[in-house]
C-alpha cells in the first residue's frame, strides 16, 4: 500500500511536527515536573486516546467524502496545501516563537489524569485540521482502500508523537531548562518546521496526482 520509503518521509514529517511545543507536549510535561514522571506518563495516555478519536473521525471523513465524490480528492489537498503554508508562517513570523513554558498544575489521580490528557487532545482543533491537510498528501487513490490509508498514516503518526512525547515527559526537568536557556534552537527548530511544510504544500500545488 505504501513503500518504505513512503512511509519514513511520512514519519519524518510528523516527527518535526511533534517536535513543535504545543498544548499537548506542554501539558504533559508540566504534569510530568509538578506531579512525577508517571502522572506525565498516564496524562501521556488520555492524549493518545483523544488522537485515537480525531483520527477515526477524520478516516471515515475523508473515506466517506472522496468515495462519494471523487473529485474532491484535488480540492482537498490543495486546501490541505493552503493550511500547510499558513502553518509555516506561523513557525517563522516575527515574533511567531512557540517557547516552552511548563504550568505549575495541582497534584490529580489517575483518572483525572488519563481525562484531562484525552479532552486536552479531543479539544485542540489543530489536531483536528492536522489530519485532514496532512494525510490527503500522502494518500493514492489509484491504489483504493482510503480507510485502511488513513489507519496506517495515523498509526504512524500517533507513534512517533507517543514515543517522542514519552522521552520527553521521563526527562522533563533536562527539557525544560534546555528549551528555555536555548533561543537559538527554538529559532532553529521554527525556521526547519516552516521550511519543511512550505516546501510540502509547494510540492503538493505544482505535482498533481493521477486520478
Keep these: 500500500m505504501f513503500s518504505l520509503q513512503e512511509l519514513l518521509l511520512f514519519a519524518l514529517a510528523a516527527l518535526l511536527l511533534v517536535l513543535t511545543p504545543g498544548p499537548n507536549m506542554?501539558?504533559?510535561?508540566?504534569?510530568?515536573?509538578?506531579?512525577?514522571?508517571?502522572?506525565?506518563?498516564?496524562?501521556l495516555v488520555g492524549v493518545v486516546l483523544g488522537f485515537l478519536v480525531h483520527l477515526l473521525a477524520a478516516a471515515l471523513g475523508l473515506t466517506a467524502l472522496l468515495l462519494a465524490v471523487p473529485m474532491a480528492f484535488d480540492a482537498i489537498r490543495v486546501a490541505g496545501a493552503a493550511y500547510l503554508l499558513w502553518l509555516a508562517w506561523q513557525a517563522v513570523k516575527p515574533g511567531g516563537a512557540a517557547p516552552f513554558e511548563p504550568r505549575?498544575?495541582?497534584?490529580?489521580?489517575?483518572?483525572?489524569?488519563?481525562?484531562?490528557?484525552?479532552?486536552?487532545?479531543?479539544?485542540?482543533?489543530?489536531v483536528a485540521m492536522f489530519y485532514l491537510s496532512f494525510f490527503p498528501q500522502f494518500l493514492h487513490p489509484e491504489r483504493g482502500h482510503w480507510l485502511l490509508q488513513c489507519l496506517?498514516?495515523?498509526?504512524?503518526?500517533?507513534?512517533?508523537?507517543?514515543?517522542?512525547?514519552?522521552?520527553?515527559?521521563?526527562?522533563?526537568?533536562?527539557?525544560?531548562?534546555f528549551l528555555n536557556r536555548s533561543p537559538r534552537w527554538i529559532a532553529a527548530q521554527r525556521w526547519l518546521m516552516g521550511s519543511v511544510l512550505a516546501l510540502l504544500a509547494l510540492r503538493i500545488l505544482t505535482d498533481r496526482k493521477p486520478a
Design 152 to 177: 496506517l498514516l495515523g498509526a504512524v503518526q500517533i507513534a512517533v508523537s507517543a514515543a517522542v512525547n514519552a522521552l520527553l515527559v521521563l526527562f522533563a526537568g533536562r527539557v525544560a531548562l
Design 104 to 126: 505549575a498544575l495541582p497534584p490529580a489521580g489517575r483518572r483525572r489524569l488519563l481525562a484531562m490528557g484525552f479532552m486536552t487532545n479531543l479539544l485542540n482543533p489543530k
Design 26 to 43: 506542554v501539558y504533559c510535561v508540566s504534569r510530568s515536573l509538578t506531579q512525577g514522571p508517571r502522572a506525565g506518563l498516564l496524562s
